[in-house]
């Protein structure tokens, strides 16, 4: 039997495009392969590698660049040269224990958010000793925050293997951020802060580069609903709000209205701040009422992407005009 031309035609056609599809497809998930290999490779090795070069190589992936550390002038190079120098002093300031007595002395300890326990151990004593709401943290690190709202929902077991896994984490192998090495690992717990409304108040966090021929140098982060849908904006000195995107954290779609206390925010980062050169003061201000959450002299380990890109070099500009 004979299959006339154009039969013929469009079958091979049909397998011409099958095949298409196909190296396409085949292409795709060798690239995938390709690249989860790597990843898993990188993550094999990179407690190993040290830490100037594993630095270069994340910044290189989270900003887009290898970074210049013979001779760091953006924002991101010079934090990646803090965490690779840090001054002495930052190891008790970053310790979210320590630190609490450089607060009390230079603000006041109405300024601390109340502490309700930091023991050698955490033991079934302490979790029945607690009261129905709290925050447990570690002092050793960013992100080792536990938020319980009813105790009843919790148990001591389940908070007792948190706390564990964090002890047990070196945060600076992790972020390569030395000053947090010598940190003594401990969890603690602080009362949980609540606004008027019984929500978590916004994370105030004032990047603060000392003072310009118009008065301070102060670019705020607002972060609210952070656990939940988080948005981060950032504010100029005069409260107008910036273009800046930091990392993958979406903005609000409409900027916030000036904090009644602003200006009372401003002094006391600024006292906080005084004689440690850039800082990043993190505040909260529930009703008013301004409380202490960290200090950070290495903020996202030099490893974020800031847009537009402008940003992360006059950021650098600033930190370098303070000596």
Known sequence: MTIPAETRSSVHGVHEARARTLASSLAVVAGKTRAAAA???FRAARSA???????????????????????PSTFNELILDRCLNPQPQ???????LLVRDHVKRTIGERHLIPLIA???????????SLP???????????????????KADTSFEELSRIASRWLDTNFYRHTRERHYEPIERRV?????????????PPDIKLNIFGNGPDGRIIYTGVITDRFGQPRHDFYDPQWNRMDIVLGDYPCSDVAAPPLRNWKEIVEIATRLADGLGYVRVDLYAPDDHIYFGELTFTPGGGLMRIAPDHYDHEWGRLIRQMG
């Open 39 to 41: 990843s898993t490779l």
């Open 49 to 71: 590698l040290p830490d100037a070069l594993l630095l270069r190589l994340l910044h290189r992936r989270k900003v887009g660049r290898f970074p210049n550390l013979a001779n």
């Open 90 to 96: 930052w190891t008790a300031l970053t310790d979210k």
């Open 118 to 128: 930091a023991p050698d151990v955490f033991t079934r004593d302490v979790f029945d």
């Open 132 to 150: 129905d709401a709290f925050v447990m943290k570690a002092n050793h690190g960013c992100g080792f925050v536990k938020v319980v709202w009813r």
């Open 188 to 200: 603690f717990f602080e009362k949980l802060l609540l606004d008027k409304d019984g929500k978590i």
